[in-house]
């Protein structure tokens, strides 16, 4: 999901939820300039999505004669059945990263907090080939019925139908140098805007573009040593009481998924482009 200086996009073809930005950021500050990425917000708000639809914490297209993911964490009595996540679809998601052949990124997770030393929910990510899949054209998986023992509610989400829409990003203020953290601040006080929460990254459950960090920068390098890039954040909510000034949607109604990952944190999952096979990192933040 290179960067996209075609500004405003979404805009003129009616799919457009977050308001016109207010205020054109690089023109101002020229570092910004050459900076944007393009970001693919979700809109998760509940709903009944079907199995060949996109959609967040939906059922997902699984073959009943595929192996659903299990977690193998050692810190669990046995081993508890991950539960959907995200099913994003090529065709709704403009610039997602699937490999050669798969049309489909699927993500699951282990429901709990709980997970020894670092706390990240353990993932599996399927890219999918929608139509040549073994096992496609038979019946689909249902999902397991969670474990009592070790499934956390808030780590579960509620089936959401999603309203992907692009729009520009800049770097989130934490990777930002002081130099030009200290201008913003200046500006800041005389605009009445705030770079970290109204102008830099978009908030919310999103594909593409830049994370918007809860704490300090953390990019992961695939296990052959390439940078990765931002495949997607599943966040606990879409705008705050701060970031709703630019980003609250002007034309959807209020709802989420019904996460909370830790203390409003969000989950950073993170794919190497430049690896054929997509190798997956990630990492949780809250604040
Ligand atoms: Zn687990
Ligand atoms: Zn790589």
Redesign the pocket.
């Known amino acids: 999901m290179a960067g996209n200086a075609d500004a405003h996009l979404g805009e003129e073809d009616g799919v457009s939820h977050t308001p016109h930005r207010p205020v054109d950021i690089a023109a101002l500050f020229s570092e910004l300039a050459g900076q944007e990425r393009t970001t693919v917000r979700l809109h998760p708000r509940p709903g009944r999505p079907g199995p060949e639809e996109s959609s967040i914490g939906g059922p997902l297209l699984w073959p009943a004669t595929e192996l659903w993911p299990r977690c193998d964490h050692s810190g669990h009595p046995t081993t508890p059945p991950m539960v959907a996540v995200a099913q994003l679809y090529a065709r709704d998601v403009p610039g997602l990263p699937v490999p050669s052949g798969a049309d489909i990124c699927q993500v699951l997770w282990c429901p709990t907090w709980d997970h020894q030393p670092d706390y990240v929910p353990r993932l599996a990510v399927r890219w999918r080939d929608s139509r040549h899949d073994p096992g496609m054209g038979g019946d689909l998986a249902t999902a397991p019925p969670v474990d009592p023992v070790t499934a956390d509610e808030d780590f579960i989400p509620q089936p959401c139908s999603v309203s992907p829409e692009q729009t520009i990003d800049y770097p989130d203020w934490s990777e930002l140098n002081e130099e030009l953290r200290q201008r913003l601040e200046v500006w800041e006080q005389d605009s009445g805007w705030s770079y970290a929460y109204q102008l830099g990254a978009a908030p919310g459950t999103k594909v593409g573009g830049w994370p918007e960090w809860m704490q300090d920068p953390e990019w992961p390098t695939?296990?052959?040593?390439?940078p990765?890039d931002h495949l997607l954040t599943i966040a606990s909510w879409e705008y705050d009481a701060e970031s709703q000034r630019t980003w609250k949607p002007r034309d959807l109604a209020d709802g989420d998924a019904g996460l909370m990952l830790g203390d409003a944190g969000s989950v950073y999952i993170f794919t190497?482009v430049?690896?054929d096979d997509r190798?997956i990192a990630s990492l949780l933040q809250a604040s």
């Open positions: 695939c296990p052959r040593g390439h990765m190497c430049t690896c190798p």
